[in-house]
């Protein structure tokens, strides 16, 4: 039996699902809707990594999820992770398939994010208590 999730723990797994799949069906646009513009412009790296740091995301926001069971404080990674993932690879779709390259330049915000979430993960476990064995 499943336990019972937190508040956060449930937006931040409905994220990650709402990530992972957003992800796959731009990857399937991009490769048969959008691949020749995408070539041609271009820009077809740009959108896979988009498609990419959003899937490597949904996956690491699920992990997040887990180990707020051992510390709340885990919690705070997975927000920025989902900021960092909203600016970062929602901005590289927009800029690719929808042509807002002015968008762009919050892009760099999204990374940042996504930086900061991986070391807050590895500060934060530094600090947890380990077990004694």
């Not at 956060?8 to 490769?31: D, N, P, R, S, W």
């Not at 995301?57 to 927000?79: D, I, N, P, W």
């Not at 920025?80 to 929808?98: D, E, K, N, P, R």
Request: charged share 10%; proline share 2%; glycine share 12%.
């Amino acid at each position: 039996m499943m336990p019972h999730l937190t508040y956060h723990q449930k937006i931040q797994l409905i994220v990650a699902g709402l990530f992972g799949a957003f992800c796959i069906g731009l990857a399937a646009y991009g490769a048969h809707g959008l691949h020749d513009k995408l070539l041609e412009t271009g820009l077809l790296a740009t959108f896979h990594k988009g498609v990419s740091y959003g899937m490597y995301h949904a996956l690491a926001l699920m992990e997040v999820v887990v180990l707020q069971t051992y510390s709340k404080r885990y919690c705070f990674v997975g927000y920025v992770w989902i900021i960092g993932t909203l600016l970062f690879s929602g901005t590289l779709f927009l800029h690719t398939a929808a042509g807002m390259h002015e968008i762009v330049f919050l892009t760099p915000i999204g990374g940042t994010l996504l930086i900061v979430g991986w070391l807050l993960l590895a500060v934060l476990t530094a600090f947890v208590p380990s077990k004694a064995s």
